[in-house]
């Protein structure tokens, strides 16, 4: 990581962990955890060599499940979200940032969600979502999500020059 971190290698731009091999299980979330642990951990004390970082996190509910939801009733796996929970919390002040993506927000750890500054939504129609979109952009343009066409999306938040929430068509190629 720290190989990474500090290279300044054009081809050191992007680094890609993919554990196929372990999905949806407990080890995912460990292995996780370890390596936001030690990303944080050398973000905070490196802050002057630190590069920004983003971490991208694709089929979120694998690795930063609502525990409520997800079947991890045991204290360990309970224990270890709330640690990716809570480097989600503090990531940002050392320069490492977050970007969550999901299929539901019923199923990703609700701090972590409330931690995003910026929502990117496509149609939906279940009332989890629509309840936790609500939340953000209000019950007038949640109630737009559902007639979203292909290709739409709501989006609102700091990565948007708009007070209220946008209607955005995404360029197909």
Known sequence: LTDFLVSDSEDKRLGIITLDEISNTKATIYITEL???CLLNYARDNEAKCP???LV?????TVMPETSTMG???YDSKGIVAKIAQIALQGRKYGVGLLVIAQRTATVSKTVLTQCNTIVSFSCFDDTSLGFFSNFYGKTHTSEIPNLQFLQALIFGKGVKSQRPVIVDIPYD
């Open 35 to 37: 390596f936001l642990t």
């Open 52 to 54: 920004r970082v983003l």
């Open 57 to 61: 996190v694709e089929e979120a509910h």
């Open 72 to 74: 991890l009733g045991d």
